[in-house]
Every structure is written in structure tokens, then in C-alpha cells.
């Protein structure tokens, strides 16, 4: 599946936006990928799913024992991703700030994991999800994400896999150029900006 693919498949899901975007990091940003809309569809979820497994190098594949992902935006994609690998997919929650495995989900100790986003812009929540695989007994060997719009700066501490990467600038709130600032902001995601 080629980026032109992939961007089709958003479009088709109407889930490409365009406007001006609050983004869970703080940061604003013109375009927004709306992961959940492309994501609706169980057939195109697991078309991209299985897309990104076929990037991932066959011996890191072949290593991975179960997916782990970040609640909420990450379940969906971390279900198809472990569909398109073979193995379990569970998901962390941050009820109290601090995520965590809950609803019975464990990790047998040294369990070889890949952390499944489904954007990554900041790697802030993945970085805190491979924190919570390891005091969970895990080891996140590799992590992956439908769409890395981080423009290159998201270092995971891990090999980074992303299905797609989008070069779309985002600006600090008292940064903003005059065509964001004429347009009122609205908060597409699943958590309250930073």
C-alpha cells in the first residue's frame, strides 16, 4: 500500500480534515487525520492493519508475542494489529492519570510486545505506553502507528514503524499563522488538550 493508498483510504472515510485543530498535545495544527472514521469500516481497518504488519522486518514480526496499545485512540488499531500479526492485543488505560493494564489484562515477565498508536504527533503517550508495558512485565520491542505526523522528531527509544508519515507543520497556540487564527479551533480527539 502505497502513501497515495493510504491517503485514499482516509479520504473515502471522510476522516482527512481540514480546518484548525487543537491536537491532544496542545500544539495546533490545519490538518487532522481522524483515525476512529477510518477506522469504522472492519474491512479497511484491516486492510491497513495488515499494510503496516507487511512493513514490519520479519524478524521483528516473528518476535512479537502480543500488541499493547494506548486507550482510546489506539484500541481499534491495536485490535487489527494484533488480527494481522496472529497474537493478542490488549490496551492500557490512565484512570488515574498513569497508564496500566486493567480488566484482567497481564503480560507474562519479559513478553516481547509491539506498542500500536494510532497517530503519533508528540511521542509523549507512546513513550508513556512503552513505560507501562515495562512495569507491566513487558518488553515493547518495536512500536508502530497508523500515521506518524511528528515530522521526524518523535523518538521512541525503540524502531518506530508508522504506516504513513504526514508532513503537516504544527504551531504553539501564541504562534499561530493568520489563516489558523481566522478560523476557530475545535478539539477533534479523545482527550482534553494539554
Not at 8 to 16: I, K, P
Request: proline share 7%; net charge negative; aromatic share 4%.
Amino acid at each position: 500500500m502505497t502513501d497515495d493508498d493510504v491517503l485514499a483510504e482516509f479520504r473515502a472515510a471522510d476522516a482527512l480534515l481540514e480546518g484548525h485543530f487543537i491536537l491532544s498535545s496542545g500544539l495546533r495544527s490545519s490538518r487532522y487525520l481522524q483515525c476512529a472514521r477510518v477506522l469504522m469500516d472492519p474491512r479497511r481497518g484491516a486492510r491497513l492493519a495488515e499494510a503496516l504488519a507487511a512493513r514490519i522486518p520479519e524478524g521483528v514480526r516473528a518476535q512479537i508475542a502480543a500488541v499493547v496499545s494506548p486507550a482510546m485512540g489506539g484500541v481499534i488499531a491495536g485490535h487489527e494489529m494484533g488480527r494481522a500479526l496472529g497474537v493478542e492485543a490488549m490496551f492500557l488505560e490512565r484512570p488515574d492519570g498513569t497508564f496500566g493494564l486493567r480488566r484482567g489484562f497481564r503480560l507474562e515477565p519479559g513478553q516481547k510486545v509491539l506498542m500500536m498508536e494510532d497517530v503519533v504527533t508528540t511521542g509523549l503517550s507512546s513513550r508513556e505506553a512503552i513505560a507501562a508495558i515495562a512495569a507491566a512485565g513487558g518488553e515493547a520491542i518495536a512500536a508502530a502507528a497508523l500515521v506518524d505526523r511528528s515530522n521526524g522528531t518523535a523518538d521512541l527509544g525503540i524502531p518506530f514503524y508508522p504506516l504513513i508519515r504526514l508532513e503537516v507543520p504544527t504551531y504553539s497556540p501564541d504562534a499561530l499563522p493568520p489563516e489558523l487564527m481566522a478560523i476557530p479551533p475545535i478539539k477533534p480527539g479523545s482527550r482534553a488538550a494539554a
